[in-house]
């Protein structure tokens, strides 16, 4: 059984939802999880296979730049090998933040598993989150 790591930043909730219920996914698997805000502590990302990475898109459809970009930037030499998947929402646009996302992902040589992108707040209990981390959780 892996440890999952879920690390995210929100600035309206409704990644943080995104986060949990992905969480609640992985959990059914029987798999085991951690979940880090980055709002209140930066996690160290050695030891995990697996990571999810959530954040919505900001201003012009871009990363957050204060908190999460900064932490992208310090781990992305890391996630060579790891298995990642990224998340999150918005509220305007195409998703062009996500395409940028990916990109950056992609080039750390990362394993880069999938991404969701959910347009406002996610239904409760979303079923796209519940397998979204499910079925990274058994990829």
């Known amino acids: 059984m892996?440890?999952?790591l879920i690390v995210y930043w929100s600035g309206t909730g409704n990644t943080?939802?995104?986060a949990e219920e992905i969480r609640n996914g992985i959990i059914e698997t029987n798999s085991t999880v951690t979940l880090i805000n980055l709002k209140e502590t930066t996690p160290h990302i050695n030891g995990f296979k697996k990571?999810?990475?959530?954040?919505p898109a900001t201003s012009?459809?871009?990363l957050?730049?204060?908190?999460?970009?900064p932490f992208l930037e310090e781990i992305k030499t890391q996630l060579a090998d790891k298995k990642v998947a990224l998340f999150g929402s918005y509220g305007w646009g195409d998703g062009e933040w996500m395409r940028k996302f990916e990109e950056?992902?992609?080039?750390?040589?990362?394993?880069?598993?999938?991404?969701?992108?959910?347009?406002?707040?996610?239904?409760?209990?979303?079923?796209?989150?519940l397998?979204?981390?499910k079925?990274?959780?058994?990829s």
């Not at 079925?135 to 058994?138: L, P, Q, R, T």
């Open 16 to 18: 943080k939802k995104m």
């Open 60 to 62: 012009k459809e871009q």
């Open 131 to 133: 397998q979204f981390g």
């Open 64 to 69: 957050e730049g204060t908190t999460f970009l």
């Open 2 to 4: 892996e440890n999952i």
């Open 104 to 129: 950056i992902i992609s080039q750390s040589s990362a394993d880069l598993s999938g991404s969701l992108i959910i347009k406002g707040e996610p239904e409760e209990k979303d079923s796209r989150c």
């Open 135 to 138: 079925d990274f959780a058994n």
């Open 51 to 55: 990571i999810m990475l959530g954040c």
